[in-house]
Antibody
Framework: EVQLVESGGGLVKPGGSLRLSCAAS????????MNWVRQAPGKGLEWVSS????????YYADSVKGRFTISKDTARNSVYLQMNSLSAEDTAVYYC????????????????WGQGTMVTVSS | DIQMTQSPSSLSASVGDRVTITCRAS??????LNWYHQKPGKAPKLLIY???SLQSGVPSRFSGSGSGTDFTLTISNLQPEDFATYYC?????????FGGGTKVEIK
């Protein structure tokens, strides 16, 4: 079964850090661009970051640039999101999502999603 | 960034109804438009990609159309499991952006 499972969310104080993980299974992880998408409570969806299959292309939303770092470990079939200098505006459910294109390029489409992990930034 | 505007923001419909949701891009995005739906407490699910292509496993009552700046998602014969929030998303340029969502509720 194709699956993405996020972990690492929790309660963190403003200015703090958190590292999210997303474990992939059921597909050839190394062939896909992976993404993080977040959703603040009661709000819509916001793309956060993407990393290409080769890790050659990494992109961030302006709202997190300079504070968040995406990475992947192909041996562990996992993608990570290191989040620093967190603020209340970062409070959201964070989803890991797969791009379906395996050619090395990205379709910027999200065909498989994890169940999400909640990040709450509060003092 | 490309702004995506959905309308309506919510609607009430009955089982068996035909429902249409529109999405407008702030600039032309060709056919780089995807549709998702999301049920409460669940992850979004891809329904339509490239404006009109049905994702594998998605029922044929879902259809998409449009190109350029104006797009439509149509659900024919609305089923109980279709009550959810629907989002459009442009995949034309980074950063990808989503519409604000359309909540489809039971009348």
């Amino acid at each position: 079964e194709v699956q993405l499972v996020e972990s690492g969310g929790g309660l963190v104080k403003p200015g703090g850090s958190l590292r999210l993980s997303c474990a992939a299974s059921g597909f050839t992880f190394s062939s896909y661009t992976m993404n993080w998408v977040r959703q603040a409570p009661g709000k819509g969806l916001e793309w956060v970051s993407s990393i290409s299959s080769s890790t050659s292309y990494i992109y961030y939303a302006d709202s997190v640039k300079g504070r968040f770092t995406i990475s992947k470990d192909t041996a562990r079939n996992s993608v990570y999101l290191q989040m620093n200098s967190l603020s209340a505006e970062d409070t959201a459910v964070y989803y890991c999502a797969r791009d379906p294109n395996t050619s090395g390029w990205s379709d910027d489409t999200f065909d498989i999603w994890g169940q999400g992990t909640m990040v709450t930034v509060s003092s | 960034d490309i702004q995506m505007t959905q309308s309506p923001s919510s609607l009430s419909a009955s089982v068996g109804d035909r429902v249409t949701i529109t999405c407008r891009a702030s600039q032309s995005i060709s056919s780089y438009l995807n549709w998702y739906h999301q049920k409460p407490g669940k992850a979004p699910k891809l329904l339509i990609y490239a404006a009109s292509s049905l994702q594998s496993g998605v029922p044929s009552r879902f259809s998409g159309s449009g190109s350029g700046t104006d797009f439509t998602l149509t659900i024919s014969n609305l089923q109980p499991e279709d009550f959810a929030t629907y989002y459009c998303q442009q995949s034309y340029s980074t950063p990808v952006t989503f519409g604000g969502g359309t909540k489809v509720e039971i009348k």
